[in-house]
């Protein structure tokens, strides 16, 4: 795709001019690697970079596809590996130093390689990818081929090496995994062996898992059943299970790091917890090594927490963590100290050892590379010192030829020389920067930063650069730093839309002349400052993304503008737009970059959405408003992605830079490329900038996202290109001489300013001052930094008076508004009180009178939407609400068939409560009635299989018949059916509330799944029978108790007249159901129940007014009625007086009784006695009356007393009815439960048995794999094997046929050949130094192919040396000796082949037998599935016929003694309790009776043991009486006892005895050890005596060889000339036969004289033997001597010690 594209598309040159790349500047990224004792490389963007350690040299290696991916070194080949990032990437091999490509290899990896590495001998290379493939390849990178590879989906690896002393062994560690893979090779057959390594804890102890497939220590469940692995009970039958654990199971591991492999093949494992893990290489068995604290003084702690990096050294490891020191980790048994070993100044990220091990590569996480070396005075040198983040900008020091300077996104600014791109010089601003660019017209550079400043740098002193000027602009962003191209002016484009004029000249002191305001989105600034003129034209680039469209807004500067800036600008500082003309231009498609051209006013622009270059050219008409501009000329770019244009200092050359990465010059007239170059790629996202010196020599590229800068130079620059820009360079230089020469001056005079700034030493921050200007504008810390736009427009205002003239200017009109305003809201609050004092329909509104509707008017609106918001909010809460409560009403209320209620008694504290039930669906109506049916066709087959067993007679069948008949019309008369089995073997007392159970299936028949599931259908049926039974009652007793409650309402009626009659102070009692037994008033909210101010709308108050005016006029017609108050005030509303009110009449009293008794008349007294008697009737009357209310008011109560307390009794009752209901349930709820989880544990048992099937098939499939190998491995070894046996047949042959083949030579001659035929050179290895053997710990690596290559060839060579002609034989001819050597050669080739065969043979044997073993593995895998296969299904059987039943005993019947209870009844039955009752007293009795004759035995026993027991005393005494006076005739009193009862010191004299003999003893050693040293020294004398004898004899003996040889040979030389003078054949056959016994009697003297040399050294040696065995033998009697004396000394303690012994 877009690699291809990126070769394809690629601009061909037009000329001869080229580029190519001298140098290129990065910073490692990967890792650091060596590629011999001397050179390191890392890769970088497109390159790949080596660098000279001793020379600090660099060399590139470009990559052709882009962005170098991952990279490895091999060492001992000198070669480098690395892949690319384009799809389907590709791993290049190069040869070092060369740098010429060795190879390229290919594989099926999708997206990108993430890890390479190579063996460390061999030519082996292993490369890891990780998504999609997780792929684990071995490649012969020699050959190309991938040797094999494996998949491990989701194992995603961060570091993976070769074992350096097993090339077999591949470690691969991720933060949760660690493994070792093995490679085994039959032949030319690889494969991968992968072994996973068991980590600790994170507290570093181990967890013993337990095997998930075949767990072994699984309890045994002798009630409920078999325990099952946890895979099973979770319903795992696939792959899955086998790695299957709990959440609660799972436990945190340790985290690797880092690994690194040690020369014993083990492995050093760093975990993030801070624990150091020791790794057997062969038996993976994990080592937690012990800390060794160290007490060290609180300052000098650190904790050391995880180590980031690890290299093996000698006695330990080297590690490295976060906080930049370098330990040493002392590594002894299994414990280990912690040492400093190197302090660095940045966190550590990667140590590497050199081949050689003299020096130690560190590199930091910035990309800093020290290099430390050993030795007796170490030094730590830094080779590479890293920026400060990727470069952000770069630019050329005018002239552009000696330096160049480079700035990050942290502040850091470095100067660096351009030959050899070495660092000069760095400062750091601390603070982030954007921008940077260096003025042509002197040595400074402007620096603009994100906070709105802009520094000022001046590089007059190259080596060290200092801030001169800091400009604090706005407060916004500095995105463009821009200087004209005679440096007059800067510019600076701000992310708010200003760009800001700024004088160049420093000795100006960078004058601030304006800014003038553009569009917000600046994409460039370009410039044309022409030689042959006095103004710059400034275009601005930005972007309408709304529109699609870009704008360039165009100015002139005058160059005499920072004399006259005054007029230029307003008092705020912005440049006026009519004075610098100011054009707008639009164009109709998007630009992402446009430069002004030097002639005829023509722009160039680079489309940001097609890959064109197009050409503009400017109106020459003066225009107002915008100008669409139109496309003069439109090239295809050949680039794709956004891009960038630049001009060359003389403006002929176009240069763009895109998104592809590729730089191209172009001619500014035709827009056709001559030269180009590929410096970066897609992949970092191309090139971000790039800068041309002023005589177009030199070209930096900067890449946007790889980090790298690379330097261009032409290969072949000349005629006209390099004539024009030279011509003009020099032009620029002379008019700009003198410019610089002030300026210059004027920097290196200028002091430094104090800023907030840092060094190469140290970064911290530190408080300072900021000069702003040469006025010693001062800023501290404590006043707030201000910038130059806000001072423009405070500061500099007030300075100038310009608000004073404005205020002079307009005071009239403002006392004018102000007056006005003044005397309008007099009116309107005139106007507003002779409002309020008019009635309400003449009244106006509040709002009416304000002046400023529309402000009015908007903020009602804003009020409005707030109340809206507050409204919609409140009702999407109430909505919610609403919307759960209808849930949990719909679930637990409206759902349920039967609510739930609860009825209380009337007068205890009892509450009974029915069931809640939620209506049967459709789905367990129609299963329910399905279950039925069959349990009657079940019965119904039952049955007439009776009739067919039975086969009774014919009349026997008639009246059966009948007997059926009549069955079944009772059956039919019948409505419930009870079930035959007892209510214990039922398991419950549903038969209590009259349920059929007569379908449910006996417990002990439940062996099958439908019978388990059908029984569970009916035991549900059932529960909802007797929920409905008992909802039934319920429902009576409720209707009873409103029929209870209304009764007693309507007597309360009758009691209430009564006490009011009596005007009784009683309360009446009134039930009423409480909330409990009516719910449903739970879920309606009454009035009385809201606490919050109900809202009422308009219309409902209006509507409450109509009604209350109603209500007030009908009072006022009800007040008309003169007869109805009359009524009322005489009669009390009645027209006749009733019974009930002669309690509340009264007679009224005569007028007179108010006048004194004195004064009445008589009829006035018969008058009072009428009254009298009146009172009294009428009071008998009340008495009659009150008595009969009285009696009645107790009936009534006790009525309700009655009826209430009766009430409350049949309550009881129902609750006695609900609790045996409940324990129904609950009954039925259990054998539910049972049958479930024996339903449960089927399905379990089910699910082990696929998985165990499943298991099987794998491991079926796994052996036929295996054996497939197997049998193919071993058809390799025989074919193999035959080869060699042939080779080793062709081998003797060879031997066997020497004498053969030079039988025509004489026989002496064939014999020593034969010797040099078998002789063999020997090949002289390489003797390594000392001191590199005890630096570097791996020493010399095991051998490979490569290396027995190497052998052989050396052999060849030591053959060539033994194939001379000098070491031919004497008198053998040349053409034999040629054939010999020939003959030689093939032997030793045949030989190095049988070698080789014979190494390959037993490789292939080794792998034939581990894949036999491996077969032999899975073999017993199945063997083991089959068994547990076996105890599966038996342990089924065994599960479906033990069966768990329910039983029902009651309460106090079951006693059990104080023992432990035995949980297995596999010989239980069940019986009838009588009979065990029976049985019981039976065998009561008999014990009874037993009992009684056991205790009469008993006693006669023990009346016989009691005198057994005293006649063995009575022996036992007459012995100890029999033995002591044996004792004290037998004591024995020696003359050693007589002495220590005799010495009153005796324990004195024992210790001087003993210091007697201990001296003793000291002396015979002292003289032992004497005479043994003497020995000693006499056996080394001998010794040595013996060796020069054995030397000298062996001298002589070889002497006397060569002479015996040299006789021989002059012998033969005589007989030889002899012979030549003999004429006659038979004379010279005796003189021959004559000449045979002087010759054989040499060497017979010969062999006499060595033999009598030997007997001599055998005489000595027999001698020096009797001697060393007399010294022994003398040795053997002085121990002897010893240990006689130790006795004796042991013997005299021994006395010390008094002892009765008998003589």
């Excluded at 109509?1106 to 007869?1123: C, F, G, P, Y």
């Excluded at 539910?1232 to 696929?1250: M, Q, T, Y």
């Excluded at 030397?1591 to 002589?1596: D, G, P, Q, R």
């Amino acid at each position: 795709m877009a690699q291809g594209r990126e070769r394809d598309e690629g601009p061909h040159s037009a000329g001869g001019a080229s580029l190519s790349v001298r140098w290129v500047q990065g910073f490692p990224k990967q890792n650091v690697h060596f590629v011999n004792d001397n050179t390191i490389c890392y890769p970088c963007g497109n390159y790949v970079i080596f660098i000279n350690i001793e020379t600090k040299k660099k060399t590139v290696l470009q990559c052709s596809n882009g962005i170098v991916g991952v990279m490895a070194t091999n060492i001992r080949c000198e070669v480098v590996a690395f892949s690319d990032r384009k799809l389907k990437p590709l791993i290049y091999i190069y040869s070092f130093p060369g740098l010429t490509r060795r190879t390229k290899l290919k594989g099926n990896i999708l997206l990108d390689y993430t890890l390479l590495s190579f063996s460390y001998c061999g030519t082996y290379l292993a490369s890891y990818s990780s998504l999609p493939e997780f792929e684990l390849a071995l490649w012969n990178w020699e050959s190309s081929i991938i040797l094999c590879r494996k998949s491990q989906p989701g194992m995603d690896v961060n570091q993976m090496s070769f074992n350096p002393m097993n090339w077999r062994q591949l470690c691969l560690s991720s933060p949760s995994t660690v493994s070792v893979w093995t490679i085994e090779r039959s032949n030319q057959e690889h494969c991968f062996r992968a072994r996973s390594v068991k980590l600790p804890l994170e507290d570093g102890s181990f967890f013993n898992e337990t095997d998930v497939v075949f767990p072994q220590s699984l309890p045994k469940d002798l009630i409920y059943g078999p325990v099952l692995p946890l895979s099973s009970i979770a319903g795992l039958v696939g792959e899955e299970a086998e790695t299957f654990r709990p959440k609660d199971d799972l436990y945190p591991l340790l985290h690797p790091t880092m690994h690194c492999w040690t020369p014993t093949s083990d492995l050093y494992i760093g975990c993030e917890e801070g624990h150091l893990l020791m790794i057997n290489g062969n038996t993976l068995q994990v080592t937690v090594l012990n800390k060794i604290e160290e007490e060290s003084p609180l300052e000098d702690r650190r904790n050391f927490i995880s180590p980031v990096t690890l290299v093996y050294q000698k006695e330990g490891v080297l590690a490295s963590g976060i906080d930049g020191f370098v330990y040493s980790f002392i590594i002894k048994d299994r414990s280990y100290m912690i040492e400093d070993f190197l302090e660095i100044e940045r966190p550590v990220e990667h140590m590497a050892f050199s081949p050689n091990y003299t020096m130690l590569l560190i590199q930091t996480d910035k990309g800093s590379v020290y290099i430390y070396t050993f030795g007796k005075e170490p030094t730590l040198n830094k080779v590479l010192d890293a920026c400060d983040g990727k470069f952000q900008a770069i630019d050329f020091i005018t002239p552009g030829t000696q330096y160049f300077m480079t700035l990050t996104h942290s502040g850091e600014i470095c100067v660096w020389w351009l030959e050899d791109c070495a660092c000069v010089s760095k400062i750091y601003l601390n603070t982030l920067a954007m921008v940077l660019a260096c003025c042509p017209s002197s040595l400074s550079a402007a620096v603009g930063t994100e906070d709105g400043s802009v520094y000022f740098i001046s590089v007059y002193d190259k080596e060290s650069p200092q801030v001169v000027h800091k400009a604090f602009l706005s407060e916004s962003s500095v995105q463009h730093v821009v200087y004209d191209q005679q440096g007059i002016f800067l510019l600076v484009g701000t992310s708010e839309g200003k760009v800001f004029i700024i004088n160049a000249n420093s000795s100006s002191s960078f004058q601030i002349i304006g800014f003038t305001e553009v569009a917000k989105d600046i994409l460039q600034i370009s410039t044309v400052s022409l030689l042959e003129t006095d103004i710059v034209k400034v275009m601005v680039l930005s972007s309408l993304p709304e529109a699609g469209r870009s704008r360039l807004e165009m100015f002139t500067l005058p160059t005499l503008l920072p004399q006259v800036s005054t007029t230029f600008a307003d008092e705020r500082g912005r440049l006026k737009d009519e004075i610098i003309h100011k054009y707008l231009y639009e164009l109709e498609h998007a630009l992402s970059s446009a430069v002004l051209g030097f002639q005829s006013n023509q722009i160039y622009g680079f489309c940001s959405q097609v890959p064109y270059i197009c050409s503009y050219l400017l109106p020459e008409e003066e225009h107002t408003g915008i100008y669409i501009l139109k496309p003069y000329k439109k090239v295809q770019s050949r680039q794709y992605g956004p891009g960038l244009l630049y001009l060359s200092s003389h403006g002929l050359w176009l240069i763009t830079i895109a998104k592809c990465g590729i730089l191209c010059i172009r001619d500014v007239y035709t827009l056709e490329t001559f030269a180009w170059c590929r410096s970066h790629s897609h992949q970092g996202h191309g090139i971000q900038s790039m800068r041309i010196s002023m005589d177009g020599q030199n070209i930096l590229v900067n890449g946007r996202d790889d980090g790298t800068l690379v330097y261009l130079k032409w290969k072949r620059f000349g005629g006209h290109l390099a004539s024009e820009i030279l011509d003009y360079y020099q032009k620029l230089l002379i008019s700009l001489s003198s410019a610089m020469d002030k300026e210059n001056h004027y920097l290196s005079t200028t002091p430094k300013v104090s800023v907030d700034l840092g060094s190469d030493s140290e970064h911290t921050k530190q408080k300072a001052s900021t000069d702003l200007s040469q006025d010693e504008l001062v800023l501290t810390d404590v006043k707030k930094e201000i910038p130059w736009i806000q001072q423009k427009s405070q500061e500099v205002f007030v300075k100038h008076g310009a608000i004073k003239k404005e205020v002079n200017l307009f005071s009239k009109k403002r006392k004018e508004i102000k007056q006005g305003i003044k005397s309008l809201s007099k009116t309107i609050l005139n106007m507003m009180e002779e409002n309020d004092k008019l009635e309400n329909i003449a009244k106006l509104d509040q709002q009416e009178f304000g002046l400023d509707l529309e402000e009015l008017e908007r903020l009602h609106d804003e009020s409005q939407e707030e109340v809206a918001k507050i409204i919609k909010d409140v009702e999407m809460h109430n909505l919610a609400k609403s919307y759960l409560a209808e849930l949990i009403k719909e679930e637990c209320w409206n759902s349920m068939a039967v609510k739930g209620q609860a009825l209380k008694c009337f007068h205890i504290p009892c509450v009974v409560e029915n069931f809640p039930m939620k209506a049967r669906t459709v789905e367990e109506l129609k299963e329910l009635e399905r279950v039925l049916q069959q349990k009657k066709i079940e019965a119904e087959c039952l049955k007439l299989r009776k009739e067919i067993v039975e086969a009774q007679s014919g009349v026997k069948l008639i009246k059966q018949r009948h007997e059926e008949d009549d069955e079944e019309e009772e059956e039919e008369d019948k409505t419930v059916k009870y079930s035959n089995l007892p209510n214990y073997l039922l398991g419950s007392l549903s038969t209590d509330f009259g349920v059929d159970t007569s379908l449910l299936s006996s417990q002990l028949e439940l062996h099958s799944r439908e019978e388990k599931i059908n029984q569970i259908i009916l035991l549900k049926d059932i529960i909802y029978k007797v929920k409905t039974v008992f909802n039934n009652e319920f429902d009576a007793a409720y209707k009873q108790k409103e029929f209870e409650i209304a009764r007693v309402k309507e007597r309360n009626v009758r009691i209430r007249e009564i006490i009011l009659d009596l005007e009784l102070e009683e309360a009446v009692w009134q039930p009423e159901f409480e909330d409990c037994e009516k719910p449903e008033r739970m879920l309606v909210v009454q009035d009385e129940e809201i606490t919050a101010h109900k809202h009422i709308k308009p219309w409902h108050k209006a509507k409450e007014l109509m009604v209350n005016h109603e209500k007030e006029h009908w009072l006022l017609i009800q007040d008309a009625s003169t007869r109805l108050r009359a009524l009322m005030d005489m009669m009390g509303g009645v027209l006749e007086v009733k019974k009930e009110d002669i309690l509340r009449m009264v007679i009224p009293q005569p007028a007179f009784m108010a006048k004194p008794d004195a004064v009445w008349t008589e009829e006035e007294r018969k008058q009072f006695k009428d009254y009298e008697k009146k009172v009294k009737e009428l009071n008998e009357e009340r008495d009659k009356y009150r008595k009969s209310l009285e009696a009645e008011l107790k009936k009534l109560q006790n009525s309700i007393q009655e009826s209430t307390q009766a009430f409350d009794e049949h309550l009881k009752r129902l609750f006695e009815r609900r609790v045996k209901a409940e324990m129904v349930t609950n009954q039925e709820e259990l054998k539910i439960s049972n049958l479930a989880f024996s339903l449960l544990l089927d399905e379990e048992l089910s699910s082990r048995e696929k998985f165990l099937n499943n298991y099987l098939t794998r491991k079926q499939h796994e052996k036929s794999q295996t054996s497939e190998a197997v049998r193919k491995s071993r058809e390799d070894l025989d074919v193999y094997k035959e080869h060699y046996d042939n080779l080793l047949a062709e081998d003797k042959v060879m031997d066997r046929s020497f004498k053969k083949e030079f039988s025509e030579i004489p026989g002496h001659q064939v014999d020593i050949l034969y010797k040099l035929f078998k002789r063999r050179p020997r090949i002289s290895k390489q003797k390594t130094h000392s001191e590199t053997t005890s630096v570097v710990p791996f020493g010399e690596l095991p051998g490979s192919g490569k290396l027995n290559k190497d052998a052989f060839a050396q052999l060849m060579k030591a053959m060539d040396e033994l194939d001379n002609i000098s070491n031919m034989p004497e008198g053998l001819d040349p053409l034999v000796w040629n054939h010999f050597c020939m003959t030689r050669r093939a032997k030793v080739e045949n030989e190095q082949k049988v070698k080789q065969k014979a190494a390959d043979l037993l490789e292939m044997a080794t792998f034939l037998q581990k894949r036999v073993e491996e077969e032999e593995k899975v073999q017993q895998e199945i063997e083991r599935v089959f068994h547990e296969l076996i105890l599966l299904q038996e342990e089924k059987v065994r599960f479906q016929l033990n069966l768990t039943i329910q039983i029902l005993l009651k309460q106090g019947q079951v006693e059990l003694e104080n023992f432990q209870l035995v949980l297995e009844y596999s010989d239980a039955i069940l019986i009838n309790k009588n009979i065990i009752e029976d049985l019981n007293s039976v065998i009561r009795t008999q014990g009874q009776k037993k009992v009684a004759s056991m205790m009469e035995s008993k006693d006669v026993h023990k009346r016989i043991l009691q005198i057994e027991w005293e006649h063995k005393k009575m022996e036992m005494e007459r012995e100890d009486l029999n033995q002591k006076a044996w004792d004290i005739q037998m004591l024995f009193f020696s003359r050693d006892r007589q002495k220590y009862l005799n010495e009153p010191n005796y324990e004195a004299l024992i210790s001087i005895q003993i210091g007697i003999m201990e001296q003793t003893i000291a002396v015979l050693d002292k003289t032992h050890k004497k005479n043994v040293e003497n020995c000693k020294k006499l056996l080394k004398k001998l010794g040595k005596f013996s060796n020069q004898k054995d030397i000298a004899n062996y001298a002589l003996s070889c002497n006397l060889r060569e002479e015996l040889v040299a006789v021989s040979e002059r012998k033969d030389i005589c007989n030889a000339m002899e012979s030549r003078f003999c004429h006659v054949g038979q004379a010279g056959l005796e003189l021959l036969s004559s000449s045979d016994p002087p010759t054989s009697a040499n060497q017979t003297a010969g062999i006499t004289g060595s033999k009598l040399t030997c007997e001599k050294i055998v005489k000595e040696r027999y001698e020096n033997m009797m001697q060393q065995q007399k010294l022994t033998n003398i040795s053997k009697q002085q121990a002897e001597q010893i240990s006689i004396l130790q006795t004796e000394v042991e013997r005299l303690r021994m006395k010390t010690f008094p002892a009765l012994v008998p003589m």
